[in-house]
C-alpha cells in the first residue's frame, strides 16, 4: 500500500472519528440538557412539596391549638355546670341506662350522709334499699317492701309520675325524673317542705272559715226562727186587725204595720237565701212548669203598683217558643219577680216590656231561653253598671235614697241563674231604661205543649188600636202569625178613619190620649160599623166595668194578656161572629174573673150549695203549739169557722189530745218543748198503725232552711207551712181537708 494511500485511509479514518466524536458529543449535550430540565423540574417540586408540607405543619399547628381551647371550654363549662349543680339547694343526680348512678349533686348525696355505699356506681335499687334499711324515708303507711316495690315499678315505667315521699326529718321532697335518650335518667329531688306546710295551712284555715261558714248558716236559720216567730205576731195580728172595723187613722196604722212587717220578711228571705246560696246550701228542684204562665202571673201581681205608677206592663212572648219546661219554678219565679219588679220600681214613666224569645232544638230536647225585661225608667250610670250585681250594691246617689229595697236581689238572681247553667246580663242607659235580661237552657217537658185553639175563618181582620208602638208590634207580630190581616193605628182619630167594612174586630187599648178606648167603643158604636165586635185591652179592667160606655165592649181583657188567653177569646168572639155577639158578649162578661184564679175544687162547691145536705158534727182542728202569741194568732184566724178548736201546748200534750179529742186535722208547731212536732208525729204514725186512720198533720215551723222540709216530711207529717201564718193559707187547709160527715168549715164561703 502507498504512504499516500496510507494516508488517505488514516485521514478518512482520522475524519469518520471525528464525525463520531461529534455525534457523541451532541448525544451528550442533548442528554445533558435533558438532565438540566429534569433536574429544574425536579427542583420545582421540591420547593411545592416543601411549602405543602409547612402548610400541613402550620394547619395542625392550628387545630392543635383550637382543640386545646375547645377542651379548656370544654373543662370551664363542665366545671361551672357541676358548680352549678352543687349550689342548688335540691338534690340533682344522673342513672345510666342500668339505673347506676353517674354522679350526684351535694344535696343528693347530703341525705346519705356517712354512707360511703352512695356514692357513683350505685344502683338507684340499692340506693332504695338504703333509704328504708337506715329510715332516712318515711314510708307512712306502706311496709318498707312495699314501699320499695312501687318505687321500683316507678322508677321503670317510661315516664315516671312525679312523687313526693316524706323523709325521717319530716321533711317532703318531690322526685322528678326524665328518662333521655340511651336510656339515661336524670333525678331532680325537690325540697317542697314549706309548699306541703303552707298548703297544711291553708287546708286548715280553709277548714276554720267552713266552720265559720256553716256556724254562720246555723245562726242565720236560728235567728231567722227566731225572727220569723216574733213576725208571725206582727204580721198575722195586723192582719186580723186589718178585718175588724177601723177608722181611716187606724186603718192607715195597721195597714203600715203590716207592710213594714211584709218588707222585713222580703229582707229576711234575701237575707236568707243570699247566706244560703254562700253556704252551698240553696238546691234547685226541677219540675214541669209554664214559663208564659209564671210571667203572667209575676205580671197580675205587680199591676196595682203598675197601675198605680200609670205605667204600661207588655208581655211579648215568642210564638214559636213552647212554654212548658222542666226548671225550679219558684226561683225562676224569684229572678223573674225580682227584674220585673225592678223594672216597675225604677221607672216612673212610659212601660215595661217582657220579652221571651227561644230557639228549641228537635233533637236534644233542652231550648235556650232568652228572657229580657225592657224599661223606659231611670237607667244606670256608666259606672255603676257592673256594680249593680254585687252584693248590697246599689246605684247610691241622691235619686236613688226614694227607693227601698235590700241591694241583694240582683246579686241573688245572677247566682240563681249561674246555678242554672245561664248568665245574666244588662245595659242601660242613664234617664233613658234598662234593659236587664238572663239566658238559661232548660228541657222541655214531656208532654204535649199547649197550643193555640184553631182560629175561626171568620176572624181574618183586626183593627188593632194602641198609642204605644211596642205595644203595637208585639200584637200585630202575635196575630199576622196566626193568619189574621192586622191594621195597626196609634189613636182612636185613626182608627175611626181606617176602619171599614172587611173589619171583623176592633181590639183597643184603654189608657190613650185625647181619645180612650171607651170613648172610641162609643164613637164606633154610634156609627155605621157598630156590629163590629169592639175587644177592649186594659191594665185596669174593674175601672173599664163601671164605666158608662161599658155597653159598647163586648170583652174586656186584663193587659198585659197571656198569649193562649188571646187566642181563646179571639176565637170565642170569631166564632161568635156574625149575629151572635151579643152571646159571646154576655159569655165574655160573666167570665169575665182573673183567668189565673183556680176554680174552686168540687167538693167544695157542693159544701155550700144550699141543696147539701147539712152534717151533724163539726170539723175538729188540733193545733199544738207552745208560744202563747202563735196561739192567739192561730185562734184568731180561725175565729169566724163553724170548727171545734183545741190548742196543746206541746208534743205530749198532743198526743193526749189526739187520742182523746180524735182531730180530722192537726196544725203541729215544730220546735215544742219536751216533746218536738216531728217526735210527736211519729208517736201519732206509730198508734195509728193497723186502724186504717190517717189523721193528715200539718208542720208549722219558723225554719226555712233547706233540708228541713224534707226531714220534716219524713218525720209522718204531711204538708209544711212556714211562719208568719197567712190566714189564707190556713183556711185553705181547713177547706181541703174537712171530713165528708163534718160540717163545712167556712160559713161565708
Ligand atoms: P234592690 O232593688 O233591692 O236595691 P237589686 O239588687 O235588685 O236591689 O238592685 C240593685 C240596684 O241596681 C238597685 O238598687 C238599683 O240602683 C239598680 N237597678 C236594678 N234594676 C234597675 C232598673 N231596672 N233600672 C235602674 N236601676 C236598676
Redesign the pocket.
Known sequence: MSLVNKLAKERRARLAAERLLELKQAELSSANRKLGRHALALTKQIGATQAEVANVRDENEKVKSDLSAANHKIEVAERRLWHSIQTIQDGFAFFDADSKLIGANAAYLNAFEGLDEVTPGVSYMRILQVMTDEGIVNTEEMSAVEWRAMMTDRWLSLTPAPIVIRMWNDQYVKLIDQRGHGGDVVSLALNITSTVRYEAQIHAARERAEAANRAKSAFLANMSHEIRTPMNGVVGMSELLGDTKLDEDQRLYVDTIRNSGEALLVIIN?VLDYSKIEADRLALYPEPFDLERSIHEIALLLQPTVRDKGLTMLVDYDLFLPTRFVGDPGRIRQVLT??I???????HTGHVVVRVTGVPDAETRPCAIHVA?E?T????PDD?ID??????????NER?RQ???????????KRLIEMMGGSVW?E?EENK????GFRVTLPLADGPQPAPPPLPSKLRHVLVVDDLAVNRAILEKQMTQMGIRVTSCSSGREALEQLESSVDLVLSDHNMPEMDGLELAQAIGDGPYASVPFVLHSSNPAMAQTDPCRRYVQAVLQKPLPRAELYSRLSELGAGLQGEQARVAQNLDREEVNPLTPSPAPHEREAHSPQAPQAERKMRILAAEDNRTNQLVFQKMVQDLDVDLRFANDGVDALRAYSEFRPDLIFMDISMPQMDGKEATTEIRQIEQGTGRRVPIIALTAHAMDGDAEEILSAGLDFYMTKPLRKAEILDRIRSHCPEDARHPILYD
Do not use: Y
Open positions: 234575701d225580682n227584674l219588679g225592678n223594672a216597675v220600681k225604677f221607672t225585661i224599661d225608667g231611670i237607667g244606670i255603676k256594680h249593680v250585681f254585687g252584693e248590697f250594691n246599689q246605684v247610691e236613688n227607693f227601698d229595697g235590700t241591694g241583694l236581689g240582683l246579686a241573688i238572681s244588662v242601660s231604661g234598662s234593659c236587664f
